[in-house]
C-alpha cells in the first residue's frame, strides 16, 4: 500500500497559538488529499478537501479561517488551526489516494491538545 | 442519500470464537468497498477494496466478501491481537471523497 506520513504524532500548545500540522504522501503524488477530524470513540469526521494548487473544499460547519489548509505540492498538504481553544484539541487525521475515489491511505494521526 | 451503516457498534469475542461484522451502504453506482482497521490512537490502516457482488478477499484470518447492499467481514478463530476498530467506506456517488461507517470496535478475549 501507499504511505502516508504525518507529522507531528502529538502536540501540545498554549490556547491562542496556532498549530501547523503536516501531511505529506511519500510515494505517490496527490492532488487530492483529506483532513479528517475523530472524537474519541467515533468515526471519522471529513473537515475538508484538500486541492493541490486550488482553495480547499470546506465541509459544512467547518470554520475555514480556523482551520487553514494548504496543498502547495502534490505530495505536501498542511492544516493549521489558528488561534487553538481548548474545544479544538482532538484526534486529527490526514489522508491521500492514488486517484479518486479509490483506496485512501491515512497519516498515523495527530493528537492535538490545547491548554 | 450516500449513507454506509455498520453493525454492530461493539463485539466481544473469545479467542477463537468466529463471527462477522457487516456494513450495509446505500449509494448510486458502487465504485468500490473499502475495509479498514484502526487501532486506538492511530491512523486507519487499509485491508481491502471491493468492487463488485460476489468478491471476495482474504487476509490471514480476515475475509470480506461484498453483495450488492453489504459487505462483510468474516474473522475466523481471532487472536487478541485482532482487537481494534474495524471502518467500512464507500466513495460518494457524487463526489470525490469518501463516506464513513461509524465502525465496530471489536475486542477479543484471551
Known amino acids: 500500500g501507499a504511505v502516508v506520513s504525518q507529522h507531528p504524532s502529538r502536540v501540545i500548545c498554549k490556547s491562542g497559538t496556532s498549530v501547523k500540522i503536516e501531511c505529506r504522501s511519500l510515494?505517490?503524488?496527490?492532488?487530492?488529499m483529506f483532513w479528517y477530524r475523530q472524537f474519541p470513540k467515533k468515526s471519522l469526521m471529513l473537515m475538508a478537501t484538500s486541492n493541490e494548487g486550488s482553495k480547499a473544499t470546506y465541509e459544512q460547519g467547518v470554520e475555514k479561517d480556523k482551520f487553514l489548509i494548504n496543498h502547495a505540492s502534490l505530495t505536501l498538504s498542511t492544516l493549521t488551526v489558528t488561534s487553538a481553544h481548548p474545544e479544538d484539541s482532538s484526534f486529527y487525521i490526514c489522508?491521500?489516494?492514488?486517484?479518486?475515489?479509490?483506496?485512501?491511505?491515512f497519516g498515523q494521526g495527530t493528537r492535538l491538545t490545547v491548554v | 442519500e450516500d449513507q454506509v451503516t455498520q453493525s454492530p457498534e461493539a463485539l466481544r469475542l473469545q479467542e477463537g470464537e468466529s463471527s462477522s461484522l457487516n456494513c450495509s451502504y446505500t449509494?448510486?453506482?458502487?465504485?468500490?468497498l473499502f475495509w479498514y482497521r484502526q487501532d486506538p490512537g492511530k491512523g486507519p490502516e487499509f485491508l481491502f477494496t471491493l468492487y463488485s457482488a460476489g468478491e471476495e478477499k482474504e487476509k490471514e484470518r480476515l475475509k470480506a466478501t461484498l453483495t450488492k447492499k453489504e459487505s462483510f467481514l468474516h474473522i475466523t478463530a481471532p487472536k487478541p491481537e485482532d482487537s481494534a476498530t474495524y471502518l467500512c467506506?464507500?466513495?460518494?456517488?457524487?463526489?470525490?471523497?469518501?463516506?464513513f461507517g461509524s465502525g465496530t470496535r471489536l475486542s477479543i478475549r484471551p
Open positions: 449509494v448510486s453506482g458502487l465504485r468500490g
Open positions: 467506506a464507500v466513495p460518494y456517488s457524487s463526489a470525490s471523497k469518501i463516506i
Open positions: 489522508s491521500a489516494g492514488r486517484r479518486p475515489n479509490t483506496e485512501a491511505f
Open positions: 510515494d505517490f503524488q496527490a492532488t487530492t
